[in-house]
């Protein structure tokens, strides 16, 4: 079936500094999205794209759909960014396949 | 206020029994979806729905059923329950098919 590979499955990060999560798919994918799980476990959309880059403040994604990944890059991290941050990718029908994660630690 | 509800939060169940789990989105969604995320494995897709009619079901075994009374319903009923159904069930919505889904805060079920 279809998979999602999700790296690294765990990152340190010192406040002030960046980095980038990344996906890659077994298959082709219609759109991928973006998550953080937050402290009381509930999922908080970051992205959703088809295609190209979006831009968040902090944060910035891409898709390359024929290539079969996306990123998810966090720039100048903050205390506040830990979590866990999940991709999920669509297929071209309703369903959802997450990644297994990326645990996220941002120390002073 | 919250989106997407989710009833009850925490549900403990004995095996064998049967138990439904509450889902109801005020988001104004066309679709509606359950995933599973049993411990230390990724999110699963289980069921997709749109305008109350099933689209999608990944789930083998008959013992879940989800119930749509109502456009912006869809819960989800489990029977005969097993200790392996432990695990913490999402829903989510999205206003069509191909758009941007949204999570509700999930139903833990311990089965015992």
């Known amino acids: 079936g279809d998979q999602v590979e999700q790296s690294p499955s765990a990152l340190s990060l010192h406040e002030g500094t960046g980095s980038a999560l990344r996906c890659n798919f077994t298959t082709t994918m219609r759109a991928v999205q973006w998550f953080r799980k937050n402290s009381r476990g509930s999922l908080i959309n970051l992205f959703y794209l088809a295609s190209g880059t979006k831009e968040n403040g902090r944060l910035k994604s891409a898709f390359d759909s024929k290539e079969r990944y996306s990123t998810l890059h966090i720039r100048d991290a903050q205390l506040e960014d830990s979590g866990t941050y999940f991709c999920a990718a669509e297929d071209m029908g309703y369903k959802l396949t997450f990644g297994t994660g990326t645990s996220l630690l941002v120390d002073p | 206020d919250p989106k997407i509800i989710q009833k009850p939060k925490y549900l403990v169940a004995v095996t064998g029994s049967e138990k439904i789990l509450i889902c109801e989105q005020y988001?104004?969604?066309?679709?509606m979806y359950w995933y599973r995320q049993s411990a230390k494995k990724p999110l699963e897709f289980m069921f997709s729905?749109?305008?109350?009619?099933?689209?999608d079901n990944q789930t083998a075994s008959s013992r879940f059923q989800p119930q749509s009374s109502k456009k912006n319903h869809l819960d989800l009923q489990i029977t005969a329950l097993k200790p392996d159904d432990s695990a913490t069930y999402f829903c989510a919505s999205s206003q069509d098919r191909h758009a941007e889904q949204f999570f509700g805060p999930g139903t833990r079920l311990t089965v015992l």
């Open positions: 988001l104004g969604h066309n679709a």
């Open positions: 729905y749109s305008y109350q009619k099933l689209m």
